[in-house]
């Protein structure tokens, strides 16, 4: 049995299970629906990082000072929303679903609101900040989002289902009805929530958030400076990036600080003609496992150029390249899609943990060079990028890091552009039979 077929008999079945879970397909159709804001967002964090030196003096001498800054905006209004734009769509999806109140998809949001800090107070006790100029909308709190829309929707849906509700008369308008429905499932699922606030408040953790982040993050200090240490921190990245969570942010959060220490003191040795030591780096994970975005989804890409028959992965494929050139690739995790997919799952971790293996054996036996701590954008495309850090050797061990991506993504490939291939064939029939009769 050939490794496609193994791989379509054990793990077709198990997507078919996720397919029919309520609360996974609303998650993922949540995140296909932000599928316009990814694109356009990954437009303007292409204009802001663009990797050229003196980029940013050449725009600001065209444009004028601070110019290129203002578009920030347009990141601020697709990717800094994440969070509030999964919880408003995730939650209207499963609203739906479980045919609820209306009123009852706008409570997620009120209830995120809750969560946030309330204030920021100094060691004197003055609060210099409100409630919500400290709200976090980005990714980086999009498991806080997630939990709070299930666990609130859950417990509305709950209550209505148990005539926790107000019945108006039947000479009312069905609008009003409706909306007097969810009163009491609101007023009660916002006590649960202020409770929950209030516990919270009296623990070291002060909010639900920051307990969430110290207890993902905390264990991640202890790792340290190892090949162990980054293939559980890569593991970890796109095991988030899976249920939608940013893992990079999460993630470099925890490791970054040690990464850019480990590049810095690679940038002395080189500075003072010393041979670089660090394997680890900040450039080791940018320049090696990232090609085309986490996951390395540049060789995906590839793999579907080559092989794939489907309208759907072909438009995407064409729509995605140019911001994975970039190593932009939300419109390949999002559009294909790699969140919720448990095919896509497998090549998505396997790839960046056998390509850290892979770069970090070679770099120790010494046949290339440890990065030189030089600094670089993590958008410079594949090859610029290795020749910009360790010379045509980086070249070469990108290439080879390449064609390995490609041959591990490329039966999962084959597998989803034969069920895509199913599902076309069945749209095209659908309508023929709609079609009249001449």
């Known amino acids: 049995m050939s490794i496609t077929s193994l791989l379509e008999q054990k793990m077709l079945p198990l997507a078919e299970k996720i397919s029919s879970n309520i609360y996974l397909t609303a998650l993922k159709n949540a995140f296909i629906a932000l599928i316009p804001f ?47 734009l999964v919880i408003i769509t995730f939650s209207k999806e499963l609203v739906e679903k479980l045919n609820l109140s209306q009123s009852s998809a706008i409570l997620p949001v009120a209830i995120f609101f ?23 909308f980005s990714s980086e709190s999009m498991f806080l989002g997630i939990i709070v829309t299930v666990v609130t929707i859950k417990v509305v849906q709950f209550l209505e289902n148990r005539a926790f509700t107000i019945k108006m008369p039947a000479s009312v ?5 409706r909306s007097f429905k969810s009163l009491v499932p609101i007023f009660l699922v916002l006590l649960f929530w202020i409770i929950v606030k209030v516990l919270f408040e009296n623990t070291p953790f002060g909010t639900p958030g920051k307990f969430i982040s110290v207890m993902l993050q905390q264990p991640l200090l202890y790792l340290g400076n190892s090949l162990l240490s980054q293939l559980i921190a890569e593991m ?9 969570i940013h893992g990079d942010s999460i993630m470099t959060s925890v490791m970054g600080p040690i990464w850019q220490t480990l590049s810095a003191q690679n940038l002395a040795q080189t500075q003072a003609g010393l041979v670089a030591t660090n394997i680890i780096t900040q450039q080791f994970r940018d320049v090696y496992l990232i090609a085309g975005g986490t996951g390395f989804t540049g060789a995906l890409l ?14 995407l494929s064409r729509l995605a390249a140019p911001a994975a050139i970039f190593n932009i690739n939300e419109p390949v995790i999002f559009g294909l899609p790699i969140v919720l997919n448990p095919l896509m799952l497998i090549p998505f ?23 030189s701590g030089i600094s670089i954008p993590w958008t410079t495309p594949i090859f ?55």
């Open 38 to 84: 990814l694109i356009v967002g990954s437009f303007f964090v292409l204009l802001t990082n663009f990797p050229v030196n003196g980029y940013h003096e050449f725009m600001s001498s065209l444009l004028g000072e601070g110019v290129l800054d203002k578009l920030n905006y347009g990141i601020n209004a697709s990717y800094g929303l994440m969070t509030l």
């Open 114 to 136: 809750l969560m946030s800090p309330g204030h920021i107070t100094t060691g004197s006790g003055e609060i210099v900040a409100d409630a919500y100029a400290l709200l976090d």
């Open 173 to 177: 308008p069905p609008e009003i009805a």
């Open 236 to 244: 970890m990245i796109s095991f988030f990036w899976f249920f939608g």
């Open 302 to 315: 590839i793999s579907i150029f080559m092989v794939a028959k489907s309208t759907r992965l072909k438009q």
């Open 349 to 371: 971790i396997i790839t960046p943990m056998v390509l850290c293996t892979v770069t970090y054996v070679v770099i120790a036996f010494g046949w290339v060079p440890p990065t």
């Open 384 to 438: 610029i990028s290795g020749f910009l850090t360790t010379g045509i050797s980086g070249i070469v061990l990108q290439a080879a890091n390449l064609v390995i991506a490609t041959a591990i993504y490329t039966p999962f490939v084959k597998i989803l552009d034969k069920q895509y291939l199913h599902e076309e064939s069945q749209s095209e029939n659908a309508m023929g039979e709609m079609q009249p009769q001449q």
